[in-house]
C-alpha cells in the first residue's frame, strides 16, 4: 500500500482528457468521520470540472439525498449510487465516455463496484477518486474498503486528523443507540438524532471506542 501526499491532477490541455493514451489511475483517500473526505471530494470535482474534464461525482447515502454534502456546509449534485449500479455504465455514460469518477462514502460499495472501477480505470483510462472509512462501527473493515484497499494505484490517509472527546487521535467510529456504544447491528443505518431509537455516531480513540466510553459530560 502506497501512502501519499496531496492528489494530483493530470496535466491535460481543458477538454482532451479523453483523447489522451494515458494511463488512468485509482486513488483511495481514506479517514474517520470529520477528516474532510467530501470536502476534498467536492473540491476535486470543482476543479476537474472547471478545467474542462467531464466527469462524476458519485453519492451512497448522502443525509441531503442526490447530493455530495460535506459538514463544512458545502455540497454539489450527485449521481446516486445503490448496489445495482453498474459503474461501468456510469462512466461510460451513454456512448460519451467521462474522464473521471469521484466517489465519495465509497466504502457502501459492495465488492464488485469496486471491481468495476478497476476496470474502468484499466479499460477506459479513467481516474478515479474514491473517498471513505476504513472500518465500521464495530472496529472492521467495510467489505468495499478491503477491496479497494487491494485494488488501488494509491491508497493514502487525509491528513486532516480529527479528535476524540478526550483529545487523542480519534481512529474509531462508535454508534451510539439512546446514548450507549454498540458492536452489533445492521452494517448501513445512516444517523438520525429525530429517529427513535436515537442513533448517532461519534468520534472515539481506540481506548474509548473499546471501552464503550463517552464524553462523561454530555447527557444525551
Known amino acids: 500500500m502506497t501512502i501519499a501526499s496531496p492528489i494530483p491532477v493530470q496535466q491535460t490541455l481543458p477538454g482532451t482528457r479523453s483523447n489522451l493514451a494515458v494511463m488512468g489511475v485509482l486513488r483511495f483517500s481514506f479517514g474517520t468521520m470529520g477528516s474532510g473526505k467530501s470536502t476534498l471530494a467536492l473540491q476535486i470535482h470543482h476543479n476537474l470540472t472547471h478545467g474542462g474534464l467531464r466527469g462524476a461525482l458519485c453519492s451512497m447515502l448522502d443525509r441531503k439525498g442526490a447530493r455530495v454534502s460535506s459538514r463544512l456546509g458545502v455540497s454539489a449534485e450527485a449521481v446516486v449510487i445503490d448496489p445495482s449500479v453498474d459503474l461501468r455504465d456510469v462512466a461510460r455514460n451513454n456512448g460519451e465516455p467521462l474522464d473521471y469518477l469521484v466517489c465519495d462514502e465509497a466504502q457502501f460499495y459492495t465488492p464488485e463496484q469496486i471491481e468495476q472501477l478497476a476496470e474502468v480505470v484499466d479499460e477506459l483510462r479513467l481516474d478515479v477518486f474514491a473517498f471513505g472509512l476504513l472500518t465500521d462501527f464495530r472496529g472492521r473493515l467495510f467489505p468495499g474498503t478491503a477491496r479497494l484497499l487491494e485494488l488501488a494505484d494509491i491508497s493514502e490517509a487525509l491528513q486532516c486528523e480529527a479528535r476524540c472527546w478526550c483529545g487523542d487521535r480519534a ?21 438520525d438524532p429525530e429517529a427513535v431509537p436515537d442513533i448517532r455516531y461519534e468520534l472515539r480513540c481506540r481506548k474509548h471506542w473499546t471501552e464503550g466510553q463517552g464524553r462523561p459530560d454530555i447527557i444525551l
Do not use: F, S
Open 171 to 191: 481512529t474509531h467510529n462508535a454508534r451510539v443507540v439512546d446514548g450507549v456504544q454498540v458492536y452489533e447491528g445492521a452494517l448501513m443505518v445512516v444517523d
